[in-house]
T-cell receptor, first 114, second 109 residues
Framework: DADVTQTPRNRITKTGKRIMLECSQT?????MYWYRQDPGLGLQLIYY???????NKGEISDGYSVSRQAQAKFSLSLESAIPNQTALYFCATSEGDREAYEQYFGPGTRLTVT | DAKTTQPNSMESNEEEPVHLPCNHS???????IHWYRQLPSQGPEYVIHGLTSNVNNRMASLAIAEDRKSSTLILHRATLRDAAVYYCILRRPFNKFYFGSGTKLNVKP
């Protein structure tokens, strides 16, 4: 089974709708992240969480919110989706108490806002 | 923000070594240099990281300039499965990663 899972894998929604993307991990990591990727571009950090009580904005948090329901779960919400939020969204995790560690990425959620 | 500069694309022949360059002239003393790659239709995956010294692992080698303002990811024998976008990233303290646009590596048979 995958260590980092994302649901749904694909979603098409209409402008103005509220949508939630979910991420779960079985790695036991404290730190979780949400990124978006636009076609042909790198990843941009939306939000990150160092533990259940610590949530921080990334580079492009406007229009997004997050919830860290448990150590293993980190959800990303679009309160009122707009077309330019059409992108590929990745969740990632990493260990929290070591100096320089890798991030483990989920398979991504492809979101289309019409 | 810690920025890196990479060529947009590179091409290599299968079974030959590949050197992927990265410039990071604004690197600070506490920044680690990480490399990730993203295969088509997948999330990024870790390749290697280092601070000051050159590093080797089963996937690749990382050569870091003495002034740390540039680094090179070395794939010793490129295979078709190495075709991907390679990201050079500076990891700031508290584990934040900033991805750039990366280098798309094309491997020719």
């Amino acid at each position: 089974d995958a260590d980092v899972t994302q649901t749904p894998r694909n979603r098409i929604t209409k402008t103005g709708k509220r949508i939630m993307l979910e991420c779960s991990q079985t790695k036991g990591h404290d730190r979780m992240y949400w990124y978006r990727q636009d076609p042909g571009l790198g990843l941009q950090l939306i939000y990150y969480s160092f533990d259940v009580k610590d949530i921080n904005k990334g580079e492009i948090s406007d229009g997004y919110s997050v919830s860290r329901q448990a150590q293993a779960k980190f959800s990303l919400s679009l309160e009122s989706a707009i077309p330019n939020q059409t992108a590929l969204y990745f969740c990632a995790t990493s260990e929290g108490d070591r100096e320089a560690y890798e991030q483990y990425f989920g398979p991504g959620t492809r979101l289309t806002v019409t | 923000d810690a920025k890196t500069t990479q060529p947009n694309s590179m091409e290599s022949n299968e079974e030959e070594p590949v050197h992927l360059p990265c410039n990071h002239s604004t690197i600070s003393g506490t920044d680690y240099i990480h490399w990730y790659r993203q295969l088509p239709s997948q999330g990024p995956e870790y390749v290697i990281h280092g601070l000051t010294s050159n590093v080797n692992n089963r996937m690749a080698s990382l050569a870091i300039a003495e002034d740390r303002k540039s680094s090179t990811l070395i794939l010793h024998r490129a295979t078709l499965r190495d075709a991907a976008v390679y990201y050079c990233i500076l990891r700031r303290p508290f584990n934040k990663f900033y991805f750039g646009s990366g280098t798309k590596l094309n491997v020719k048979p």
